[in-house]
T-cell receptor, first 115, second 113 residues
Framework: DAGVIQSPRHEVTEMGQEVTLRCKPISGHDYLFWYRQTMMRGLELLIYFNNNVPIDDSGMPEDRFSAKMPNASFSTLKIQPSEPRDSAVYFC?????????????FGSGTRLTVV | AQSVTQPDIHITVSEGASLELRCNYSYGATPYLFWYVQSPGQGLQLLLKYFSGDTLVQGIKGFEAEFKRSQSSFNLRKPSVHWSDAAEYFCAVGSGGYQKVTFGTGTKLQVIP
């Protein structure tokens, strides 16, 4: 298995632009998580899905952030409009409620810089 | 609400020395506990996890952790550290039947020759 795949690895954008981050979870995993990592706040859970349905989006910082999971193999996190304070590393992770549950597999992350 | 405290932000050890990273959790029932490692520029990798049973858990890369309910702790240990262990280590707590996991703030490990 190729693991959790995130794209792009790096994104530099200007303030006010729309940014879309992408994630492909591990096949067969029914949970998908979006995390944000910064020096100041550490790892923050933004939102997570179960069977493509958003379960908890209480960590989404503002309405500028939105996430979708149109099918079991793809999710997006969109920021519109982007602001410099959104600069962070965004991680996607997946896990299963099956026998190997509770072992998150993380992607390599997308480093977002908003200038 | 569940929470995790990692009291050490940075730790420096000599190669070959033993290592213990501290983790204290707060959770009302029996917790699900994890240790993850993050190398620079990489995502987090699961080292080990505790759900129930034997309180001493073995993980990958020669790491182990011990669950101590009386101390609300889940400290990570390694008998002999290698230079490649230099990374950031995160303790995390979750709850049974609920996939949401809360991470600690991490401990950055430096290994000196």
């Amino acid at each position: 298995d190729a693991g959790v795949i995130q794209s792009p690895r790096h994104e530099v954008t200007e303030m006010g632009q729309e940014v879309t981050l992408r994630c492909k979870p591990i096949s067969g995993h029914d949970y998908l998580f979006w995390y944000r990592q910064t020096m100041m706040r550490g790892l923050e859970l933004l939102i997570y899905f179960n069977n493509n349905v958003p379960i908890d989006d209480s960590g989404m910082p503002e309405d500028r952030f939105s996430a979708k999971m149109p099918n079991a193999s793809f999710s997006t996190l969109k920021i519109q409009p982007s602001e410099p304070r959104d600069s962070a590393v965004y991680f996607c992770a997946s896990s299963t409620s099956g026998r190997q549950r509770y072992g998150y597999t993380f992607g390599s992350g997308t480093r977002l810089t908003v200038v | 609400a569940q929470s995790v405290t990692q009291p050490d932000i940075h730790i420096t050890v000599s190669e070959g020395a033993s290592l213990e990273l501290r983790c204290n959790y707060s959770y009302g029932a029996t917790p699900y506990l994890f240790w993850y490692v993050q190398s620079p520029g990489q995502g987090l990798q699961l080292l080990l996890k505790y759900f129930s049973g034997d309180t001493l858990v073995q993980g990958i890369k020669g790491f182990e952790a011990e669950f101590k309910r009386s101390q609300s702790s889940f400290n990570l240990r390694k008998p002999s550290v290698h230079w490649s262990d230099a990374a950031e280590y995160f303790c995390a707590v979750g709850s049974g039947g609920y996939q949401k996991v809360t991470f600690g703030t991490g401990t950055k490990l430096q290994v000196i020759p």
